[in-house]
Structures are given as C-alpha cells and as structure tokens.
C-alpha cells in the first residue's frame, strides 16, 4: 500500500515538473525567442506591415485593402449605401472592405466573397443587361456601368471594353489591398480631374506605385491602392 502511495506520488510529481519546464520552454522562452527574431530581422511585418504616410503617422496595413467612401448622409440607416469618394484611386469592390473617406484610418468588417457561380444570372453563357436582378451577373452589369460613368470626364470617354474584370469583382477574400495597373490607370482622368491635377501626373504616379511580379514570374503586376492614394493625398496638398 506504501510502495503504491509512494509511486503515485512521484508519478505526479515528475508529471508537475514536466509541466513546469514544457510551460517554461514553449509558453515563454519559445514565444520571447520567436517576437524578438520577428520584431529584429522581420520588424515591418511582424507589426502588420504597417503603411505611414509623409508625416509618419500609420494610415493603415499594405496587406489590409480600404475603401474610399464619402459620408453616408444619414449614419444610422443601415439601407444606405455609402457612394465612393472620386478623388481617390478606388479599390476593388467588395463588402467586406471596411469604409475609410479620410485615409487616415480602416476598421474590418468582415471577410470573404459571394458563393455564387461565375455564371450565376448569365444568359446564354454571358452577363447581359438582361440578367435576373440580384443575380452575380446582375451585379457585375451594374458594377461595369457604374465604373463607365464614374471614370469618364469631359475630355475621356471610358469604354466598356476597357474596364477589367477586377473593377467589377471581388477577390476571394474581400480584402485585396492590390488592383491591376489597367484599373489604376482607368482611373487617371477622374483622379486628376477631381484634384486638379495634370494627367501626366497622375499617370506618373501610377506608373512609379506599379509592382512588378514577385521574383519576375509569380504572380501580375499590381497596384497597392492604399500607398497610391497616400502618395496622390501629398501630391495634391504640395
């Protein structure tokens, strides 16, 4: 009975050493070594790569996409929908951007996309004006007009032809910070106009916030829509 009580005992004493030391070793000494390799040789990233603007105050993450919406005219009414801000470079569209009209902060909403297919409404294999209201075509349809309208000016027509597919859809995610330089640059005469600023200007700021694929094949071309924004906001107020 002893030599049983006695085993017992030093079974659950090796036991709570055990858990001492694995406590020790994975909950603190594993997660110090981890933070400070991180915070001494991947500092930007492992703080959310955060994005500052010339003042050196954080406008947000290059990781995280925003969008650039004008005050809705009645906050509480959850029907209305917030229109964009045409000053700015706008995102892809997505619900699950949070709503930003100063560029200066973001708050998540949610995360993800439609489950509809991509012939979800098409007739006769394509998304047409007559596509069933509500439908994922019925959606793009709308989307590509309103991108025709918003970006066309006095001396620059849009065509839809010209418009490219991530104008009017979302990523999978509804976070994409990145939009192809073919919407960026769609967008250079509005932008331009709204601020008062030469086109060749914003095309140029465009052309210099253009990313090439990652290591030269992984990946299209791209433009962070967050940075391209930051850097048109010190453009327009020198």
């Given at each position: 009975?002893?030599?049983?009580?006695?085993?017992?005992?030093?079974?659950?004493?090796?036991?709570?050493?055990?858990?001492?030391?694995?406590?020790?070793?994975?909950?603190v000494?594993?997660?110090?070594?981890?933070?400070?390799?991180?915070?001494?040789?991947?500092?930007?990233?492992?703080?959310?790569?955060?994005?500052?603007?010339?003042?050196?105050?954080?406008?947000?993450?290059?990781?995280?996409?925003?969008?650039?919406?004008?005050?809705?005219?009645?906050?509480?009414?959850?029907e209305?929908?917030?229109g964009?801000?045409?000053?700015?470079?706008q995102?892809?569209?997505?619900?699950g951007?949070?709503?930003?009209?100063?560029?200066?902060?973001?708050?998540?909403?949610?995360?993800?996309?439609?489950n509809?297919?991509?012939?979800?409404?098409?007739?006769?294999?394509?998304?047409?004006?007559?596509?069933?209201?509500?439908?994922?075509?019925?959606?793009?349809?709308?989307?590509?007009?309103a991108?025709?309208a918003?970006?066309?000016?006095?001396?620059?027509?849009?065509?839809?032809?010209?418009?490219?597919?991530?104008?009017?859809?979302?990523?999978?995610?509804?976070?994409?910070?990145?939009?192809s330089?073919?919407?960026?640059?769609?967008?250079?005469?509005?932008?331009?106009?709204?601020?008062?600023?030469?086109?060749?200007?914003?095309?140029?700021?465009?052309a210099?916030?253009?990313?090439?694929?990652?290591?030269?094949?992984?990946?299209?071309?791209?433009?962070?829509?967050?940075?391209?924004?930051?850097a048109?906001k010190?453009?327009s107020?020198?």
């Amino acid at each position: 009975m002893n030599n049983s009580v006695g085993n017992t005992a030093r079974l659950i004493g090796a036991g709570l050493r055990a858990l001492l030391v694995l406590t020790v070793i994975c909950g603190v000494l594993y997660p110090l070594a981890v933070t400070g390799i991180a915070q001494a040789v991947f500092n930007d990233k492992a703080n959310g790569s955060e994005f500052r603007d010339e003042s050196g105050r954080v406008v947000g993450s290059s990781l995280i996409g925003q969008r650039y919406d004008l005050p809705k005219q009645n906050p509480d009414d959850p029907e209305e929908a917030a229109g964009p801000d045409l000053r700015w470079f706008q995102p892809r569209p997505s619900n699950g951007l949070g709503s930003n009209s100063v560029n200066a902060r973001y708050s998540l909403i949610l995360s993800g996309a439609t489950n509809r297919s991509a012939d979800n409404g098409a007739v006769n294999g394509r998304c047409t004006d007559d596509a069933e209201e509500g439908t994922l075509c019925a959606q793009v349809v709308a989307a590509k007009e309103a991108v025709i309208a918003d970006n066309s000016t006095a001396g620059h027509q849009v065509r839809p032809e010209d418009v490219p597919a991530d104008a009017v859809t979302s990523s999978g995610s509804g976070l994409d910070p990145n939009i192809s330089p073919e919407y960026a640059e769609l967008q250079v005469h509005r932008v331009a106009e709204r601020n008062g600023l030469a086109v060749d200007q914003v095309d140029k700021l465009v052309a210099d916030h253009t990313q090439g694929r990652t290591l030269g094949f992984m990946g299209e071309p791209r433009v962070n829509v967050l940075e391209l924004n930051t850097a048109l906001k010190a453009l327009s107020e020198n």
